[in-house]
């Protein structure tokens, strides 16, 4: 029973996904824990996403901070489960991503792999995204070719869409190439304009949302990024959309009511994953919705009006808890680094071929 840890620290920057699967046939998830990310070093691991004084000094100590965390959280996940480190194959690290400039040829993960194999004495696989950038390719998204081997089906039109920080979507057809990209914000807008007007880290079940209605100007000003008319291969993070990107389209229109806004956001979220599916495979069978936008009721309400002929849910239907999907892929991309698999997909990234993703550092 080849067991394996991925870590997962999305761009929402709430805490750690740690998940343990079984990687057999086909990966199973058999046991989680969350850890909430201490307010100090959100709001660190935040700031680092932007240029700020003697910052490489700060990434350091915050990566043996967010290192730190890591490591107790899967420790406490071994003891939780009666099980050795040496019965752990290896650890998938993502780390926590604080720039992505891929047309500036780097992604930067900190996270200091070879420190967490020290801490917790297990094989661990970190690093993933630089080899793709190397190889001419977005480095992101990383997560269809699991995906693919978790939800590929031989007589369905499927689509899988991630929406963490940001939205990413997979398009799985039967006897086809699996397709892939950044489709915009996810919740990264919605979680920085609640934290803007009443200090919260996120609007619980969309509810604050759902309570606001759709400013078709603001809408319109949103959509008109030049980001959503590009075509994939694409990916995207805080370096484009963020609380001042938003701030600066506001100014240019009269005062709306703060839960307009937050409504016209969800409208902004739906309205751009569903233009981009629609865009790349007209027809789509099945949605499977993962990450912490499955659990915002008015998105997910969004998102079946607008795609009436499509069966849209969470991936629980399918036996996967959204919540945990994203820390499987990395654990399964470390198994994927160890046997000499490639992780990437060129069709996804435009990388310049399949590679194999993540450096290696031995217990």
């Known amino acids: 029973m080849p067991l394996y840890i991925g870590v997962m620290s999305g761009t929402s920057l709430d805490g750690l996904d740690i998940a343990l699967i079984d990687q057999g046939q086909r990966p199973k998830l ?80 900190i996270g200091n792999p070879a420190l967490l194999a020290e801490l917790t004495g297990i094989c661990v696989v970190g690093d993933f995204r630089r080899r793709d950038v190397a190889a001419g390719g977005q ?3 990383l997560v269809p070719a699991f995906h693919h081997d978790l939800f590929g089906s031989s ?16 398009l799985l057809s039967p006897g086809k190439d699996v397709l892939g990209f950044d489709s ?8 920085a304009w609640i934290q803007h007007c009443q200090g919260l880290t996120y609007d619980r079940d969309g509810a604050w949302g759902a309570s606001g209605k759709v400013q078709p100007e603001l809408l319109a000003r949103l959509l008109s990024d030049p980001f959503f008319a590009t075509q994939g291969p694409k990916s995207t993070g805080r370096e484009l959309f963020n609380l001042e ?47 912490g936008g499955a659990h915002n009721a008015c998105l997910m ?7 009436s002929n499509t069966q849209v849910s969470s991936t629980e239907a ?30 996804v990234t435009g990388a310049r071929g399949l590679r194999v993703l993540g450096a290696i550092y031995p217990a």
């Open 30 to 109: 058999i046991a989680t824990l969350y850890r909430p990310m201490p307010e100090q070093l959100r709001c660190e691991l935040l700031a680092l996403c932007a240029s700020g004084d003697d910052e490489l000094a700060r990434a350091a100590i915050a990566e043996q901070h967010w290192v730190e965390l890591a490591a107790a959280a899967i420790n406490e996940l071994l003891l939780q489960q009666n099980l050795t480190a040496q019965q752990i194959r290896a650890i998938g690290s993502h780390g926590q991503t604080v720039r992505h400039e891929p047309a500036r040829g780097f992604t930067i993960q």
């Open 139 to 141: 480095g992101a998204p």
């Open 155 to 170: 007589q369905r039109q499927v689509a899988v869409l991630n929406v963490g920080g940001f939205s990413n979507l997979s």
């Open 184 to 191: 915009g914000p996810g919740n990264v807008l919605l979680d």
């Open 245 to 291: 990107w938003l701030l600066g389209h506001l100014q240019a229109l009269p005062a709306l009511p703060s839960e307009d806004v937050q409504a016209t956001l969800v409208e902004l979220t739906a309205c751009s994953i569903v233009t981009a599916l629609r865009n790349v495979q007209a027809h789509t069978d099945v949605l499977l919705v993962c990450g």
């Open 301 to 307: 309400k969004r998102l079946s009006k607008m795609l």
């Open 318 to 347: 399918e036996g996967v808890d959204p919540d945990w999907v994203e820390a499987m892929a990395f654990a399964w991309l470390a198994h994927c680094a160890l046997e000499g698999i490639a992780g990437n997909r060129p069709s």
